[in-house]
C-alpha cells in the first residue's frame, strides 16, 4: 500500500509533501509523528490517520504490557522483603522491610504519544476536498458546451477559432469567479487561477470545433466521449492518480480533466510544486484544436474550388 523512500531530514520531508513528490511521511523515535497533506489528497490523509490510530494502540499495548512486567517483580520483591527479617539473627541489625521491598530501579514511563501534523491543510470553505474535486466537471461540461455552441453558432470555420478563444476567456474568468470569489474553493492567484480555467475550457471546445471541422456534426460526439467520458474517469480527481489500476493515472494527467484538475490544486495549495506539465498539455490541447479547425477550414475551401473547376 506504501511505496516509501528514507529522507534526512524533517524539514526536507515538509518540502517534499509542498512539491507533491509524496503524500506524507512517518517520523520515528521518541516523539513519533506522522505528516498528512489533505489538499494533496483527503483519502491518503485519512489513511495516514487511521495508521497513527493503529501506532499508537500498539505502544498503549506495549506500554501496559511493560508495566503488568514491572508490578510482577514489584510483587515479587515485596514477597522476598516479606521473609528477609525471619532469617536475621536475632542480635542483627534489623533492616527496613520496605527498603527490601523496593523493586529494581524503575522510572516513570511517558507513553509517546503519535502526533499527527497537516503540512498543507485545505480551506475552511473547503475542509473536504469535496468541492476542488468536482471543480474539473464545470470545466469539462463547460468546455463541451462552449464547443457544442460555437460549433452551432459560428458557420466559419476561420471565426471558429476566434470563438473558442473568445469563450475561453469569458468562461475561465467566470468560473474562477464562481468557484474562488464566490464559494472559496480556489486559491492561489486569481489570474493564473483564470489562465488556467480558461485554457481548460478552450482546450475542450477547440477540440470539438477541430472534429466538428472535419468529419461535421458527429465530431460533437468524439470530443465529448473523449473528455467526459474518458478523460474525466481517470483524472484523479476525488483520489490520487496512483490509486488507479495500471498506468490509467498517469495517462489521465496527459488529458484535458485530468491537466486541468491537477493544475488548480497546485495553483491553490502547492505554488512550489512542478507544473509546467500541465500547462504544455492544455497548451498542447488547444493548439491541436485550432489546428483541426484550420485543417477542416482548408479542406472544406479545397472541395469548394475543386467543385467550382
Same mark, same amino acid.
Given at each position: 500500500m506504501l511505496d516509501l523512500k528514507k529522507v534526512d531530514s524533517r524539514?526536507?520531508?515538509?518540502?517534499?509533501?509542498?512539491?507533491?513528490?509524496?503524500y506524507g511521511a512517518f517520523?520515528?523515535?521518541?516523539?513519533?509523528?506522522?505528516?498528512?497533506?489533505?489538499?494533496?489528497?483527503? +483519502?491518503? &490523509?485519512?489513511?495516514?490517520? *487511521?495508521? /497513527? @490510530? $493503529?501506532m499508537q494502540q500498539k505502544i498503549d499495548k506495549q506500554a501496559m504490557s511493560g508495566m503488568q512486567?514491572?508490578?510482577?517483580?514489584?510483587?515479587? +520483591?515485596? &514477597?522476598?522483603?516479606?521473609? *528477609?527479617? /525471619? @532469617? $536475621?539473627?536475632?542480635?542483627?541489625?534489623?533492616?527496613?522491610p520496605g527498603e527490601q521491598a523496593q523493586a529494581p530501579t524503575t522510572s516513570?514511563?511517558?507513553?509517546?504519544?503519535?502526533?499527527?501534523?497537516?503540512v498543507v491543510p485545505l480551506n475552511d470553505n473547503d475542509?473536504?476536498?469535496?468541492?476542488?474535486?468536482?471543480?474539473?466537471?464545470?470545466?469539462?461540461?463547460?468546455?463541451?458546451?462552449?464547443?457544442?455552441?460555437?460549433?452551432?453558432?459560428?458557420?466559419?470555420?476561420?471565426?471558429?477559432?476566434?470563438?473558442?478563444?473568445?469563450?475561453?476567456?469569458?468562461?475561465?474568468?467566470?468560473?474562477t469567479l464562481v468557484l474562488?470569489?464566490?464559494?472559496?474553493?480556489?486559491?492561489?492567484?486569481?489570474?493564473?487561477?483564470?489562465?488556467?480555467?480558461?485554457?481548460?475550457?478552450?482546450?475542450?471546445?477547440?477540440?470539438?470545433?477541430?472534429?466538428?471541422?472535419?468529419?461535421?456534426?458527429?465530431?460533437?460526439?468524439?470530443?465529448a466521449v473523449l473528455t467526459m467520458f474518458i478523460g474525466n474517469p481517470i483524472a484523479s480527481l476525488q483520489a490520487p492518480k496512483e490509486f488507479l489500476a495500471g498506468a490509467w493515472g498517469d495517462i489521465g494527467q496527459f488529458l484535458v480533466p485530468g491537466a486541468s484538475g491537477t493544475l488548480l490544486r497546485d495553483l491553490s495549495y502547492f505554488p512550489d510544486a512542478p507544473m509546467a506539465?500541465?500547462?504544455?498539455?492544455?497548451?498542447?490541447?488547444?493548439v491541436l484544436g485550432i489546428a483541426l479547425i484550420l485543417v477542416g477550414h482548408l479542406l472544406a475551401h479545397s472541395k469548394k474550388r475543386a467543385a467550382v473547376s
Amino acid at each position: 500500500m506504501l511505496d516509501l523512500k528514507k529522507v534526512d531530514s524533517r524539514a526536507e520531508t515538509q518540502q517534499l509533501i509542498r512539491e507533491r513528490e509524496v503524500y506524507g511521511a512517518f517520523i520515528v523515535g521518541d516523539e513519533p509523528e506522522i505528516l498528512t497533506s489533505t489538499a494533496a489528497s483527503p +483519502a491518503v &490523509a485519512q489513511q495516514l490517520n *487511521g495508521i /497513527a @490510530s $493503529q501506532m499508537q494502540q500498539k505502544i498503549d499495548k506495549q506500554a501496559m504490557s511493560g508495566m503488568q512486567d514491572g508490578m510482577k517483580e514489584m510483587q515479587d +520483591a515485596l &514477597a522476598k522483603a516479606s521473609q *528477609g527479617p /525471619a @532469617s $536475621q539473627s536475632p542480635g542483627g541489625p534489623q533492616e527496613n522491610p520496605g527498603e527490601q521491598a523496593q523493586a529494581p530501579t524503575t522510572s516513570a514511563m511517558e507513553v509517546p504519544q503519535v502526533t499527527v501534523t497537516d503540512v498543507v491543510p485545505l480551506n475552511d470553505n473547503d475542509s473536504t476536498g469535496a468541492g476542488l474535486a468536482i471543480a474539473g466537471l464545470p470545466l469539462t461540461i463547460g468546455g463541451i458546451v462552449g464547443g457544442v455552441l460555437t460549433s452551432m453558432i459560428v458557420h466559419s470555420r476561420r471565426m471558429r477559432a476566434v470563438a473558442v478563444l473568445a469563450y475561453g476567456a469569458i468562461g475561465g474568468l467566470a468560473l474562477t469567479l464562481v468557484l474562488q470569489s464566490w464559494f472559496g474553493i480556489l486559491q492561489g492567484n486569481f489570474g493564473l487561477d483564470v489562465l488556467a480555467a480558461g485554457l481548460a475550457v478552450a482546450a475542450t471546445a477547440a477540440l470539438i470545433n477541430g472534429f466538428v471541422s472535419l468529419i461535421g456534426p458527429g465530431g460533437i460526439a468524439i470530443g465529448a466521449v473523449l473528455t467526459m467520458f474518458i478523460g474525466n474517469p481517470i483524472a484523479s480527481l476525488q483520489a490520487p492518480k496512483e490509486f488507479l489500476a495500471g498506468a490509467w493515472g498517469d495517462i489521465g494527467q496527459f488529458l484535458v480533466p485530468g491537466a486541468s484538475g491537477t493544475l488548480l490544486r497546485d495553483l491553490s495549495y502547492f505554488p512550489d510544486a512542478p507544473m509546467a506539465m500541465q500547462w504544455w498539455v492544455l497548451i498542447g490541447w488547444f493548439v491541436l484544436g485550432i489546428a483541426l479547425i484550420l485543417v477542416g477550414h482548408l479542406l472544406a475551401h479545397s472541395k469548394k474550388r475543386a467543385a467550382v473547376s
